[in-house]
């Protein structure tokens, strides 16, 4: 399979974002852009885990509702979530039905809701590599699952007593909020691109 795909447009791009609009969009104006902010972080965090085992698309379709269901995901407000919230949820064809992933992300607004402004931020990004470290992917083959940072995160979330924060959904997030860039090489929001 090629690393990079033309779009209608003329524009080369990863291969992953295919020819879907809302792909190429997301590909295009999010992924890889540095993302700063508790509840924009605390916001990937939780979809990333909802992510897990399943496609992003199914995700990024489902974003919106997941917005409306956990109140634009403010933790103080979704750690107030409770055992009705939990089975509200569980009855929403709207978003990812799997319990374990819903009381996770509520359990995981509370530990953001008690940190101090500006600190799941911090700890985040000082996982993301220096620029020394940096690399550019030649092809979608070059892209690793996991990294040393992204273990690192995981270990360092995992120890606060975040879940679904593995270091797979953690390379995933880094890459998706532009700690890292594995844009390839070619794509026309590559680095050397």
């Not at 199914?58 to 269901?69: A, D, G, M, Q, S």
């Not at 030649?138 to 690793?144: K, S």
């Not at 007593?161 to 593995?166: A, E, K, L, M, Y």
Request: charged share 25%; proline share 4%; hydrophobic share 40%.
């Amino acid at each position: 399979m090629s690393s990079l795909h033309a779009g209608a447009d003329g524009r080369a791009r990863c291969a992953w974002a295919g020819a879907d609009a809302e792909y190429q969009r997301y590909h295009d104006e999010e992924w890889g852009t540095p993302l700063r902010g508790d509840r924009a972080l605390f916001e990937k965090m939780a979809l990333e885990g909802f992510q897990a085992g399943l496609s992003w698309i199914t995700i990024l379709r489902k974003r919106p509702r997941f917005r409306e269901v956990f109140e634009g995901f403010d933790p103080a407000r979704v750690a107030a979530f409770g055992p009705d919230d939990v089975e509200r949820l569980m009855t929403d064809a709207g978003i990812i039905r799997n319990r374990a992933k819903i009381e996770a992300t509520i359990s995981n607004a509370a530990l953001v809701a008690t940190m101090e402004d500006g600190e799941l931020d911090a700890l985040m990004w000082s996982f993301a590599p220096t620029a020394s470290a940096r690399r550019q992917p030649q092809a979608l083959g070059d892209v690793p699952a996991v990294t040393a940072e992204s273990t690192a995160l995981s270990k360092a979330l995992r120890k606060r007593g975040f879940r679904f924060v593995g270091p797979t959904t953690m390379y995933a997030l880094m890459q998706s909020t532009g700690m890292v860039d594995d844009h390839v090489d070619g794509c026309w929001r590559a680095a050397s691109g």
